[in-house]
Each structure stands twice: as C-alpha cells, then as structure tokens.
C-alpha cells in the first residue's frame, strides 16, 4: 500500500450539548437558590476555555433562565482576560501577592476594572488591592480563601478574623465571599471532607450572620456536590464533573455524566511491515508477524504522552488497535494487524468519548499513572479544539454527533 497524505488534521471535538446536559446533571443536585460557578481554568481542563464560556453563560433561549453557570472561574487574570466579555462575574482564584512586582499592578488594576473577584489570603494583600483600587477609583470585589485543612493556599481560621477586619476597613473593597477548598472530596463519605466543612462553617458563620446575604460562601468541588450536599452552601464550584468525567476518576454511570471531548486525527500513513522489524525509537516493539503498522499525527508534544505506550490502544472504525513502539514528539504508531481494514485518512480516536471504550480518558490515565485531570491539561495548543454542535443544530443526534 502506498503511503499517501492524508487530508484531515488532528483535532478535538468538543460538545456543547454534553457541557450542558453535565451543567444540567450537576443542577439538579442542588437546592434551586444555590449558584453554580463553573471552573474554566486551564483553559477548561483543555477543552477550550472561549467555547465552554460561550456555551455555559449563553445558554438557553433569549428571555430564558440560564441553564448553565452563574458564575465562571478561572486561575489567573491572564485567562480571565483571554476569555472576553462575560456576562457572569468571574472568580480569580490564584491568591493576589507581591502586587507592587513588575506587571502585577497593571493586570490587578485591569482585573479591578473589569470588576473581577480577586482572591486574597493575607492583610498585606488586601492592604495592596484596596490602594490600587483607590488609584484606580473603582471598589474592588475580592474573596477569602480559608485554609481549612487542605495546607496550600489560604488564611489560616486565626488570621481570619484580622483580615476580615481590615477588608473591612478599606472602603475601597467589598467582600464578595468567603471560601474553602477540599483535599478529600474525590472519596465519598471521607471524613476530613466533613472536618473541613465543620472549620468553614464555625470560622464563617459570625460574619455570615452579621451581614447575612452580603457575601457568598462556597466550598464544593465536583467531587463534594455528589458527595457533601452540606457542602453546598450558596455556590458550588464544579470543573472535572462540568466536563462529564467522574470525580473519583473511575466511571460511574449512575451519575448520568457524559464525557464533553473526543480527540481524533487522520491515519497518515499505512505501511506494511515484516515480521522481525523493529519499529520506532530505541526499535521497542518488534513485529511478530508480517502485519501493517497505522502512523497518527500526534505525539507527546499534542499531550499524548510518552507513557501511554506500551499499554494504550486507539480506537479504529469498530475495531481497537494496540499503541505499539515509542510514542514519539509529532507522530505515534498503532498495530493495525495483517488485514488492515482502513485507509489513509480514516479518523483513529484516540481519546473516546464512551467512559466505558478502552480509550477513555480514564484509560489513557491509568496508563500513565496519572488522573483524568492531567491527561486533559496536557493536550497541546496544536490540536484543534471544534465544536461539534453549536447552538444552530439543537437537533444533532448522539450518533451524528460522534461522526
Ligand atoms: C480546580 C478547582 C475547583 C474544581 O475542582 P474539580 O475537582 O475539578 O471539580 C474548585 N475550586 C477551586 C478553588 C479549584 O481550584
């Protein structure tokens, strides 16, 4: 067989109909007058922060309540600024320090402007945010991160109340909310997750009477939504869920998640190959019979990691094709056995968008060691993020939005 070029490109399709029905699935958890703030940090765990804020703060009809977020949050003003006009406040959850260093002045001064929540952990920091609002002449929303067990960011439960004061203080500020994060919520019913919330909930429960509904408090994660209802308190803050994939990292169909990306790309080349060839860098994988060998065009520059071979498979048509030899920078190699069935161009998938195929998400991160959360993360900025049903084809099907 000839090797011949393959039209298509590498490419992620990514469905706004499934980050909607999760939206959907996760709001339904909650009692009605809870907001929903959806993570998009990371570029929304890799499937494209602009789209998934598109979808979930434009959702439903004009005139409609909005289905999907009420919020959205990110990790840093650099991503808040690359998403665009949004129409929900938006969360910036790198705690602000060392405001007065080079470049951080001018990005939380534009953050200020555009009326973004600034997380603080620290006086100091409310200190700096609450002068360069006055020079600005705007108020600054800014949020507590507390520290409640999970030893990372935050202001310890002692600290609290000072910090609070001097926000307090600082007409410049207005205090948004009060906030925690888990260490153990991806386990069901794990004590600490109870503990935390405990913490939280004495360390802010005198503010939250003194000046009821001025403030939100929120805690959960994806994980403490199914697991931690308590945990809900004004607004839930879900990332991994959101994009259809199962906290605990193992699929659970009883949650009715459905996995929001599906990666494919074109077979480039197929190419027959005799037994007792070595294939690839450091000729790894010898054929062990005559049989022809699938080349993809992606590599662990696209986030397809080294690690997944040996072990990974793709999937190919119906049929599923072992990951063999070294996964190398731009290029990786399947087994397509000795009656290829495929042609050049045939999409492979290579992340699957059935929680149950062998090429899941959940899959390739066994093979890697890793969990779901990084394996999205990884995937290059050259692999093309396309929607697969935008708004003008509410009638797609599940089986056409899989072609
Ligand atoms: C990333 C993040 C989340 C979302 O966590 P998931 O486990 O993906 O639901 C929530 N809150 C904060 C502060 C985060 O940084």
């Not at 590498?10 to 993570?39: D, G, T």
């Not at 953050?111 to 600054?140: F, H, K, M, Q, Y």
């Not at 009883?254 to 027959?272: G, N, Q, S, Y």
């Not at 094709?321 to 998938?349: C, E, H, Q, W």
Request: neutral net charge; proline residues 7%.
């Amino acid at each position: 067989m000839d090797a011949r070029h393959a039209a298509g490109e590498p490419r992620l399709l990514i469905s706004r109909k499934a980050l909607l029905h999760n939206a959907a699935v996760l709001r339904r958890r909650l009692h009605p007058s809870v907001r929903l703030c959806a993570i998009l940090k990371a570029d929304a765990y890799g499937h494209g922060a602009v789209m998934a804020a598109d979808a979930l703060t434009r959702a439903g009809r004009p005139g409609e309540v909005s289905t999907g977020a009420d919020a959205i949050a990110v990790a840093s003003i650099d991503e808040a600024a690359a998403l665009g006009p949004i129409n929900v406040p938006v969360l910036i959850f790198r705690p602000v320090e060392n405001a007065f260093v080079a470049g951080q002045r001018s990005a939380l001064e534009s953050a200020i402007n555009e009326n973004w929540v600034l997380t603080l952990c620290s006086p100091s920091a409310a200190e700096d945010v609450a002068r360069i609002a006055l020079a600005t002449g705007r108020r600054a929303s800014v949020q507590v991160m507390i520290d409640t067990g999970m030893t990372r960011s935050g202001v310890d439960i002692a600290a609290l109340p000072e910090l609070l004061r001097r926000i307090e203080s600082r007409p410049s500020l207005r205090l948004a909310g009060l906030c925690t994060h888990f260490a153990c919520a991806d386990e069901p019913r794990h004590p600490f997750t109870v503990e935390q919330l405990e913490r939280f909930k004495q360390a802010t429960d005198p503010a939250a009477q003194f000046t009821p509904g001025r403030f939100l408090r929120h805690a959960a994660n994806s994980g403490a939504i199914f697991f931690n209802p308590d945990a809900h308190l004004d607004m839930v803050r879900p990332g991994i869920a959101l994009y259809g994939i199962d906290p605990t990292g193992r699929p659970n169909m009883d949650r009715h998640l459905r996995p929001v990306m599906k990666w494919v790309a074109p077979l480039l080349m197929i190419r027959p190959v005799a037994k007792g060839a070595g294939v690839g860098y450091g000729q790894s994988w010898i054929a062990p019979r005559d049989t022809y060998v699938g080349l993809a065009p992606v590599g662990y520059a696209d986030g397809y990691l080294r690690r997944f071979s040996p072990g990974a498979v793709m999937r190919l048509n119906d049929r599923i094709v072992p990951v063999i030899g070294r996964v190398s920078m731009d290029l990786t190699t399947v087994d397509l056995g000795p009656d290829p069935d495929a042609a050049v161009g045939d999409d492979v998938t290579l992340l699957d968008d059935d929680p149950l195929s062998p090429c899941s998400v959940y899959a390739l991160a066994k093979w890697a060691d890793t969990i779901p959360y990084e394996i999205f993360c990884r995937i290059g900025s050259r692999i093309r993020r396309v929607c697969v049903d935008d708004e003008t084809s509410h009638a797609t099907t599940d089986s056409q939005e899989a072609a």
